[in-house]
Structures are given as C-alpha cells and as structure tokens.
Nanobody, 118 residues
Framework: QVKVVESGGGSVRAGGSLRLSCVDS????????MGWFRQAPGKEREVVAA???????TYANPVKGRFTISKDYAKNTLYLQMNSLKPEDTAMYFC????????????WGQGTQVTVSS
C-alpha cells in the first residue's frame, strides 16, 4: 500500500523548471519531517532538501538558491520547486518521511524521473 505518491517529473531543457509533488494519502506524514532525495544512475542516493514539522527547510549545497521545499497542509502535499535546472540534476527523485525524533527516513515513495538536457 503506497502511502506517499510523487508526481511532476519530466524532461526539460537546462535552465527550465519543474515542480514535484508528493501526496500523503494518510494525512499523517505531512505533519512529520519530510524530505526529497535523488538518485542518478551509478550514484548513491543523496538528500536534496528536507523540511521539519515547523516548516524549517534545509538544502544540499548543489541546489541551494535553485530549489525550494514546501508543504501544503490543506492538500496533504509536499512540494519541490526546481528552477534553473542543470543536466546534473537528472535523477530519480523520491520523497520520504520520518517521525522527527527518528534519525532515519522510514517511509519512501516510488519516485518520479527528472531528466534535464543541455
């Protein structure tokens, strides 16, 4: 049973924008700590951005100033606005959730593919 579902991926040219969405069907995880991760072929999964239950956001250095993570509690949705996309942003993007007291993310979506061409 999938509890968080990502969407919004696609193919864009460098410099373009995409907005990823992650819907929490349980209306539970959206109120916890959530994050966006990505994994490119042949590379390890890496955190892109995270947001806690107070709305405080953190970003990986490669995406600072270009990506914005946010929550919409009315829609039970986590977003990742991605601007000024680069070819190196090409990856499968996953949303994840964890209780804020837990060190590890325990709930993962199935991912959405982002491809940026030069």
């Amino acid at each position: 049973q999938v509890k968080v579902v990502e969407s919004g991926g696609g193919s864009v040219r460098a410099g373009g924008s995409l907005r990823l969405s992650c819907v929490d069907s349980t209306n539970t995880y959206i109120r916890s700590c959530m994050g966006w991760f990505r994994q490119a072929p042949g590379k390890e999964r890496e955190v892109v951005a995270a947001i806690d239950n107070f709305g405080r956001a953190t970003y990986a250095n490669p995406v600072k100033g270009r990506f914005t993570i946010s929550k919409d509690y009315a829609k039970n949705t986590l977003y990742l606005q991605m601007n000024s996309l680069k070819p190196e942003d090409t990856a499968m993007y996953f949303c994840a959730a964890r209780p804020c007291w837990a060190p590890e993310y325990s709930l993962w979506g199935q991912g959405t593919q982002v491809t940026v061409s030069s």
